[in-house]
């Protein structure tokens, strides 16, 4: 059974980083395109960042671009979201998801991820 585990959340002042990971199991990364999705309260769920089955096919939301860095980490089999310079519009649960489709770009499309963790928290104060 496919399993994505995301670690890293928790509470940062505005201004802060955090880092985010997401490790798989059953599922080989390396081949799948991933994403980081963010859901906050009152809100629909949300493309943030995506790389394709190709490394050097990644993307961002317009509204982290330039602040958060997507990458994979094959040898642990894990996809990683650094957050930089974090504002208050960044509080959300962030979502790792992948697909077990083989697709060179990354996707932004929520109906394309075959599989979804279970999300973690990031709050970020004032």
């Known amino acids: 059974q496919v399993q994505l585990v995301e670690s890293g959340g928790g509470l940062v002042e505005a201004g802060g980083q955090l880092n985010l990971s997401c490790r798989a199991s059953?599922?080989?990364?390396?081949?799948?395109?991933v994403a980081w999705f963010r859901q906050a309260p009152g809100r629909e769920r949300e493309f943030v960042a995506g790389?394709?089955?190709?490394?050097?096919?990644?993307g961002y939301a317009d509204s982290v671009k330039g602040r958060f860095t997507i990458s994979k980490e094959h040898p642990k089999n894990t996809v990683h979201l650094q957050m930089s310079k974090l504002n208050i519009e960044d509080a959300a649960v962030y979502y790792c998801?992948?697909?077990?489709?083989?697709?060179?770009?990354?996707?932004?499309?929520?109906?394309?991820?075959?599989?979804w963790g279970q999300g973690t928290q990031v709050a970020v104060s004032s």
């Open positions: 998801a992948a697909s077990r489709t083989y697709t060179p770009d990354y996707v932004t499309s929520q109906s394309s991820y075959d599989y």
């Open positions: 059953h599922l080989t990364l390396t081949f799948s395109p």
């Open positions: 790389v394709g089955s190709r490394d050097d096919r990644i």
